[in-house]
């Protein structure tokens, strides 16, 4: 029998399903009647449970054949094995079961989360998170995505609880001291977008969005974060049924904020459970970051009900697809509801960091076979949801938005209410734009990596030519190196200006080397016009000082994909640093954000790898580049500013304060925050929490302490918990890594702020220690998730010794994160401390200068 997938001869179609959570002995009870088509006699039925006790199992038929099984549950498998004395003969049966569990504290299956009432006293909620495979600890089924069926839920809950699940309540009344909610039927879908949330629960008033009304949900005193999250949710379910062409598959739309939740957000039908950050926000007092996360987190759950729940992945390797397209649609959506945000110019920070990643020879293709689903674990990641998204964006700036449009609209009409792969979709696409496809697109899908196009001048012709991108010569001992023949169908768009004239070409390089004919007064060549493109672009030397000359005509999203190209090119070792650092003085007059937010992390890179006596002069330099626009911009916003400047205030602000540790700065900051942080621009108190965290004391980590512990909303409370972890002083970051394994901090939250200290240079070797020393808590408390991005940071770990150290600890633990995973931290790590091992001194000399 195989492993990992249930035998198809016995298939469920409905689910009627009884639950009992208490939670007062932290445990539920459960009663359901599976319907099923039984295809082939058995005497045997198999499905998924686990954590579970089945104490009944009876099948019969409508004919009143009934029988008693024997449920043997199998915890390994996750499977329980129901055997019958004679055999079942084909037809439609009735199984019932009867079983219980525990309401866990890990954040999977049906869990328990608490949060404190508005009078301060903690109180207890009940949640589900089934994605992938936790169904199955909820209640016994066949936990796979193609096994769709209908569900009908009802719950049986204490009198003063509010119970929410998929559907409408049809049925509500009070049974020996319990209230007993019935859901209507669900559409006909996949397990893991159950959902059931129970507990003191307050909504907003519902919106209608044709016949759907849309609702928040959260917990008690929390009601006035709600509008924000509000808003985007009806914009974004209006835009999605215009742009797919089909209303809304569910009956009602509720979104809930859970004060524990392990991921961001999960697409359940009808009922997409959210942590609080990515629902509930005061919009008058939030940076636009923390909106933006907000809107982009409610757009893309609501795009997967559509795209992932209407029409589902049929195995866990489509995971891809689903998140790729969610994503995408996350950032159509957002950018028709605020045009003024530019979502696809500030898209390209994203794009950036799966091209980081996927610059690595332990990527991976975007889909990948997957036997286990848990191998499916390790696409929840950048290469998943950002270069997905990108190489999506890149071909429907290739088809054209209404022809790629009208492609998934007859995607989602041919597959409603069952599964499809990726090869469905681009059927779709192809029909529509009458051309295959899969040419185009496998190579971005199933080969692994991307292409760098070299452009140079030869003769009177630019020559561009292809060769895949990698940051080390050669992979780590043991790993297999990325191939150097690889090629990719590129979709290249080439802006050429001559004689003061700019005209576009469109070409898709399929071959390692293309020529095309430029005029003979050239001016400049831009390739990856518009910025699109999955793929960097490396300039000859001539190329690239004609471009810098020629900054002015740039397009923001332009000028970023030149300098973050520069960049990865610098770590590379295909340009030095010094050339590097002399190009980022063409932009002191820079005013994007974006362009700002690639200059300023690489600042930070290097602040990673500087030698400790050479800090102070690489503090200087960052003064001298922000310097300038900091002070054009000043503190407080001019009226009529566009949103972008008013983040790049803030950008700015911890920049030079923190990284710059520029004194006025620090002191400007500290006057601002005692006047009241009530008065400052929300773009900028985030930054001075940074700033005055770098340039604190013990006092001021009390006081950060304090309002963490009182903070008036999630994103308050996330930006003082954070700031615990950018104190300078051993003994304030030694406080910081006790309290996060001493539940002072959320399970959710504290792999991340260990994580932040692990890429702090003041906390990482304190922070390595304790997480070495305390490797096993962390495992056993954090949910499965959180130590995988916990151990992201030992990409900070960048010094020599510390690398061989990581290397040993690894070596000998050998913890199971997913895929490579593990490969790509190290791979990380090692490009940074080749880095400075190759440059420190070349930087150190150019450095002289700021001494
Ligand atoms: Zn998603």
New binding site residues.
């Given amino acids: 029998m195989d492993p990992y997938r249930l035998p198809r001869h016995v298939r469920p179609t409905r689910y009627d399903l009884r639950l009992e959570p208490d939670l007062l002995t932290l445990t539920f009870t459960g009663e359901e009647t599976v319907t099923l088509e039984v295809e082939e006699p058995t005497a045997e039925i198999v499905l998924n449970a686990v954590e579970l006790t089945i104490a009944e199992a009876t099948i019969e038929n409508a004919r009143g054949d009934s029988r008693r099984g024997t449920p043997v549950a199998d915890e390994a498998a996750e499977r329980c094995r129901i055997t019958f004395p004679s055999p079942i003969a084909p037809g439609t049966w009735r199984l019932r079961l009867a079983f219980r569990g525990a309401l866990n504290d890990k954040l999977r299956g049906f869990y328990r989360s608490s949060y404190k009432d508005p009078s301060g006293e903690v109180r207890l909620m009940a949640a589900t998170q089934f994605e992938a495979t936790d169904a199955r600890r909820a209640f016994p089924c066949w936990d796979e995505p193609a096994f769709k069926a209908v569900f009908a839920v009802t719950l049986v809950i204490d009198p003063k609880l509010t119970a929410v699940s998929n559907t409408s309540v049809v049925g509500e009344r009070v049974e020996g001291g319990r209230k007993v909610v019935a859901f209507a039927d669900t559409i006909k879908m996949s397990t893991y977008l159950v959902a059931f949330v129970v507990g003191e629960l307050e909504a907003t008033d519902g919106v209608l969005v044709g016949r759907t009304p849309v609702r928040v949900w959260c917990v008690p005193g929390k009601r006035r974060l709600a509008a924000f999250g509000h808003e985007i949710g009806v914009a974004s379910l209006r835009f999605f049924e215009d742009y797919y062409g089909l209303p809304y598959p569910g009956d009602k739309l509720d979104l809930l904020a859970i004060p524990d939740f392990a991921a ?4 359940n039908l009808g009922a997409i459970t959210f942590r609080e950050t990515a629902l509930l926000v005061d919009a008058r007092a939030a940076s636009h970051a923390e909106l933006e996360r907000v809107a982009d987190v409610v757009a ?2 609501n ?2 009900m559509w795209f ?1 729940d209407l029409v589902t992945m049929t195995w866990w390797n489509g995971i891809w697809l ?2 790729a397209f ?2 995408f649609m996350e950032i159509l959506a957002v950018d028709a509801w605020k045009p003024e945000w530019q979502r696809w110019t500030t898209f390209g920070v994203s794009r950036a960091a799966a091209l980081s990643v996927d610059g690595l020879h332990s990527t991976r293709p975007i889909e990948f076979h997957v036997e286990a689903p848990r191998d499916a674990d390790a696409m929840f990641d950048v290469l998943t ?1 950002e270069k997905g998204a990108s190489v999506l964006r890149m071909l429907e700036q290739h088809l054209g938005a209404a022809v790629f449009r009208d492609g998934v609209r007859e995607y989602l009409r041919r597959h409603a209410y069952a599964n499809a792969d990726t090869g469905d979709l681009w059927a779709a696409l192809g029909r529509a734009a009458r051309q295959p496809i899969p040419e185009v697109m496998d190579g971005w899908i199933f080969q692994p990596g991307y292409p760098l196009v070299s452009a140079r001048l030869d003769g009177g012709q630019l020559v561009l030519s292809q060769q895949r991108f990698t940051y080390l010569p050669e992979p780590l001992p043991g790993s297999t190196p990325a191939p150097r023949d690889q090629l990719w169908q590129v979709p290249v768009q080439v802006r050429i200006a001559a004689s003061g004239r700019a005209a576009s070409e469109r070409r898709l390089l399929a071959t390692p080397e293309t020529r095309l004919a430029v005029p003979e007064r050239l001016d400049a060549v831009l390739v990856n016009e518009g910025g699109h493109g999955f793929y960097r672009v490396r300039y000859s030397g001539e190329l690239l000082e004609r471009l810098l000359g020629a900054l002015a005509g740039l397009a923001a999203i332009e000028r970023f994909n030149l300098v973050n190209d520069a960049w990865a090119v610098t770590v590379a070792g295909l340009m030095t640093i010094p050339d590097y650092l002399e190009l980022t003085a063409r932009f002191r007059g820079e005013r994007d954000r974006n362009v700002w937010s690639v200059l300023l992390a690489s600042f930070a890179t290097l602040n990673r790898i500087v030698e400790p006596e050479t800090r102070p002069r690489l503090a200087a330099l960052v003064r001298d580049r922000v310097g300038p626009a900091f002070a054009e911009l000043g503190w407080t916003p001019r009226p009529g500013e566009d949103e972008l400047t008013r983040q790049l205030r803030g950008d700015l602000v911890r920049a030079l304060g923190v990284l710059g540790d520029d004194r006025p700065v620090q002191t400007r900051a500290a006057a601002l925050y005692a006047e009241g942080a009530g008065d400052v621009d929300p773009n900028v108190l985030p930054a001075i929490i940074s700033v005055l965290a770098h340039a604190g004391d013990a006092a001021r980590y009390d006081d950060f302490l304090k309002r963490f512990k009182s903070a008036a909303t999630p994103q308050e409370e996330q930006r003082y918990l954070y700031a615990l972890a950018a104190f300078r002083q051993r003994e304030l970051l030694a406080q910081t890594l006790a309290r996060a394994i001493s539940g002072e901090f959320r399970t959710q939250d504290a792999p991340f702020v260990v994580r932040s200290l692990l890429m702090s240079v003041y906390g990482r070797k304190l922070a390595w220690e304790f997480v070495k020393t305390h490797w096993d808590t962390m495992e056993r408390q954090y949910p499965k998730t959180g130590l995988r991005r916990l151990a992201e940071g030992v990409i900070g770990l960048a010094t020599p010794e510390l690398e061989r150290d990581v290397h040993a600890f690894f070596q000998a633990r050998r913890p199971e994160f997913g895929g490579k995973t593990l490969e790509q931290y190290l791979e990380q790590l090692r490009i940074a401390v080749r880095l400075r091992e190759r440059e420190s001194a070349a930087l150190a000399k150019y450095l002289a200068r700021f001494g």
Avoid: C
Avoid at 264 to 267: D, I, K, L, T
């Fill in positions: 961001g957000a999960m697409e893309h759950e795009a997967h992932g689903n998140e969610a994503t949801y």
